[in-house]
């Protein structure tokens, strides 16, 4: 348990210290972690409708930071290429993300140009009941893209990793609004960019 705490705390720390210099992407992740913490609980109640809330509020501020507004030049603090922290990186890189997001995209238009998934479930009659199969379409989306790197990651160096990059990603929304609750503030003082003192002196 020692040791996967222990890795658990290092791919937090990098993907801290490597993706998260903007105050803006800062408070975009606080805006998706809470939401995220609602979606959780609506899972048990409303899974399409938490999936809705998940993919439309909490995914989009979340990679709409890093898309937007996460420099990706030269990284200074960690002395670092933007090309050298994509190729190491142990989740969803930008490669990754767009091809993540392009199916979030497609799933919708599937299921309006064929409402019964080809066959697969009973059509939608409305547009309730639209958004009802598109939630659990994208709910099946993000269950298969954490199953998919995980399987990734085991072939790539091991199952292990690729358990602890799960629990990251899952537990992220309650680590994130402990991270970075006061970002939002820094950002109305002028503070566009984390100095990151805790990085350089780590």
Excluded at 25 to 44: D, E, K, P
Excluded at 78 to 96: F, H, P, T
Excluded at 156 to 165: A, I, P, R, T
Aim: glycine content about 6%; overall charge neutral; hydrophobic content about 50%.
């Amino acid at each position: 348990m020692s040791r996967f705490l222990e890795e658990l705390r290092i791919q937090r720390w990098d993907d801290h210290r490597l993706y998260h210099h903007c105050r803006i992407n800062q408070s975009l992740h606080l805006l998706s972690a809470l939401s995220f913490l609602v979606a959780y609980g609506l899972l048990f109640v409303q899974p399409a409708w938490a999936a809705l809330l998940a993919w439309c509020v909490s995914m989009t501020t979340r990679q709409a930071g890093h898309f937007f507004f996460e420099p990706r030049g030269y990284d200074e603090v960690n002395q670092m290429s933007d090309e050298l922290k994509e190729a190491v990186k142990v989740g969803y890189n930008i490669r990754r993300k767009v091809a993540l997001m392009s199916a979030w995209v497609l799933l919708p238009l599937t299921l309006y140009f064929s409402p019964s998934l080809f066959g697969f479930i009973e059509p939608a009659t409305d547009t309730a009941g639209y958004l009802h199969d598109v939630g659990l379409a994208w709910l099946a989306l993000g269950v298969a893209g954490l199953v998919f790197r995980v399987l990734q990651l085991w072939l790539q160096d091991s199952l292990f990793k690729g358990l602890v990059w799960a629990t990251k990603i899952i537990t992220d929304p309650f680590h994130d609004v402990w991270l970075y609750h006061k970002a939002p503030l820094a950002l109305l003082r002028g503070q566009r960019y984390d100095p990151m003192l805790h990085v350089r002196q780590h």
